[in-house]
């Protein structure tokens, strides 16, 4: 869960006072039934992309949530998932918009329930209206009464048994917000200036240790232990 200007995932990321953050390559499935993957309050700049958000969803509480935020948060190309429900994942932009813009750029939304359009998972009732919105977006599921509209793929004789090989498996949503070019331009710039870090040569008699996507799991906390040997 993201908070403060920008904040918290199975970690805790606090962007505030102008901050920058740029997340990448996560996976998070659901640990508990807390229902806010993000929530956007203060102000900074949080760019996430390539990212799974697999949570517990509800009617009563969205996804991600923009309350008077005064930034520019971009989720682009990840994946959104109900865990052990059947909301879909959704956007709601409230309060204050006036310094605020929301771009969610070509994720995914995994969807259990018909009747899902970009009506429904952005939200955009901020009072004056947040800038950007949703573009590139698109649903995809394992019920076929839940997507009735599909991308196109080559002709096949007759209906393809898997959903997501079936012209009726998944379909993409409209865009919402009215995204010019600047606004996208502007949203992936801190995503475009970010490079990897590539670690220095480390100093004689020192330990240099690195640990790069590391899965944890088993129902219980994990613990990671770094001792000296001489």
């Not at 800038?131 to 793929?153: H, Q, V």
């Amino acid at each position: 869960m993201f908070t403060g200007a920008t904040g918290t995932a199975a970690g805790q990321y606090n962007v505030k006072q102008g901050g920058r953050l740029v997340v990448r390559g996560v996976y998070h499935e659901r640990s508990s039934d807390s229902l806010n993957g993000l929530q956007l309050t203060d102000r900074g700049m949080l760019s996430i992309d390539a990212t799974r958000f697999s949570y517990a969803t509800s009617e009563t509480a969205p996804t991600v949530a923009a309350d008077s935020f005064r930034g520019v948060f971009t989720l682009a190309t990840c994946i959104l998932m109900p865990v052990q429900t059947q909301e879909t994942c959704r956007f709601e932009l409230r309060g204050d918009g006036s310094r605020a813009s929301v771009l969610a750029l070509n994720n995914q939304f995994r969807v259990q329930k018909p009747g899902t359009t970009a009506d429904t998972v952005w939200q955009n009732m901020a009072q004056p209206r947040a800038r950007g919105g949703l573009i590139g977006s698109n649903i995809n599921t394992g019920n076929k009464d839940a997507s009735p509209r599909g991308f196109e793929f080559l002709g096949n004789v007759g209906d393809h048994p898997d959903p997501a090989k079936s012209k009726f498996g998944s379909g993409p949503l409209d865009d919402r917000g009215g995204v010019d070019d600047a606004t996208i331009i502007r949203h992936l710039a801190l995503l475009r200036l970010t490079r990897p870090w590539v670690p220095a040569a480390t100093p004689a008699g020192r330990n240099n240790l690195s640990i790069h996507r590391v899965i944890t799991g088993g129902g219980r906390g994990a613990v990671v232990e770094v001792r000296a040997v001489r």
